[in-house]
C-alpha cells in the first residue's frame, strides 16, 4: 500500500488527452510538500518529467502538464503519442516519522 | 552535466548482504543529494534513502534496520549495502540525484543511473 494513491490504469487514443492522479495526505503532498513526476519506459531508469509541482525541466514537450491542490495532484498529457505509453509515478516527502521520500504506486498509460 | 555510473553483484543469497556502487562522473558529489531506488518486480518504485557528500544520511523507515549508505569523496563514488536480504529484495536498483542547493523538496530527481538488477536466491 503506496502513501500516495494513483490508479492502475489509464488509456487514451493518440490525439486525446488523459489526467492522472496522485492522492496524499497533510503529512505530505497537503503539507505542503512539492510533487514531483516521472515518466518510466521498459528497460530504461525514470525520467523526471516535472518538479516543484508544474515545473518541466529542460527538454521536457509542454504536453506534459501538472497541477496540485489540497493532498491531491494531477499530471496531464495531451496530444497523447505512442512513445507516451509508460508507467508514470508521483513523489513527495512525507513528514511522518523521520521524514522522507514516498512515490505513488504507479500509473500504467496505454495509449491505444 | 553530471552522469552516473553504477554496478555491483547481480546475485545474492538470502541472509548476506547487497552491495552495489555508483560512480559520479562530469562534477563532484557536492550539491546533490545522492539516492537509492529499486522497483521489485510487479511492484512500484520504492525509495530507499539518501545520503550527501558529507555523509549525511536519511533511510526509509522500513528499511532502515538493514541499510547502510555511505560516499567516497576521494574516488567520486557512493555506496549501498542491504543486510539480511530474501527474496523481497529482488528488484532493479538505481542510483540517482536530487540537486540539493535552495528548496530541498522543489528538486526531483533529474540523474539516474542505468539500474543494476539483483537477484536474490540460494
Known amino acids: 500500500q503506496s502513501v500516495l494513491t494513483q490508479p492502475p490504469s489509464v488509456s487514451g487514443a493518440p490525439g ?40 518541466r525541466p529542460s527538454g521536457v514537450p509542454d504536453r506534459f502538464s501538472a497541477s496540485r491542490s489540497g493532498t491531491s495532484a494531477s499530471l496531464a498529457i495531451t496530444g497523447l503519442q505512442a512513445e507516451d505509453e509508460a508507467v508514470y509515478y508521483c513523489e513527495s516527502f512525507d513528514n511522518s516519522l523521520s521524514g522522507f521520500w514516498v512515490f505513488g504506486g504507479g500509473t500504467k498509460l496505454t495509449v491505444l | 552535466q553530471v552522469q552516473v555510473q553504477q554496478w555491483g553483484a ?33 511492484k512500484g518504485l520504492e525509495w530507499i534513502g539518501e545520503i550527501n557528500h558529507s555523509g549525511t544520511t536519511n533511510y526509509n523507515p522500513s ?38 542547493r535552495g528548496r530541498y523538496y522543489y528538486y526531483g530527481m ?7 538488477t539483483v537477484t536474490v536466491s540460494s
Open chain 1, 16 to 55: 486525446q488527452r488523459v489526467t492522472i492522479s496522485c492522492t496524499g495526505s497533510r503529512s505530505n503532498i497537503g503539507a505542503p510538500y512539492d510533487v514531483h513526476w516521472y515518466q518510466h519506459l521498459p528497460g530504461k531508469a525514470p525520467k523526471l518529467i516535472i518538479q516543484g509541482d508544474t515545473s
Open chain 2, 63 to 100: 528499511l532502515k534496520s538493514r541499510v547502510t549508505m555511505s560516499v567516497d569523496t576521494s574516488k567520486n563514488s557512493l555506496s549501498l549495502n542491504l543486510q539480511s536480504v530474501t527474496a523481497a529484495d529482488t528488484a532493479v536498483y538505481y542510483c540517482a540525484a536530487r540537486f540539493g
Open chain 2, 110 to 116: 533529474d540523474v539516474w543511473g542505468q539500474g543494476t
Open chain 2, 10 to 42: 547481480g546475485l545474492s543469497k538470502p541472509s548476506e548482504t547487497l552491495s552495489l556502487t555508483c560512480a559520479v562522473s562530469g562534477g563532484s558529489l557536492s550539491g546533490y543529494y545522492w539516492n537509492w531506488i529499486r522497483r521489485s518486480p510487479g
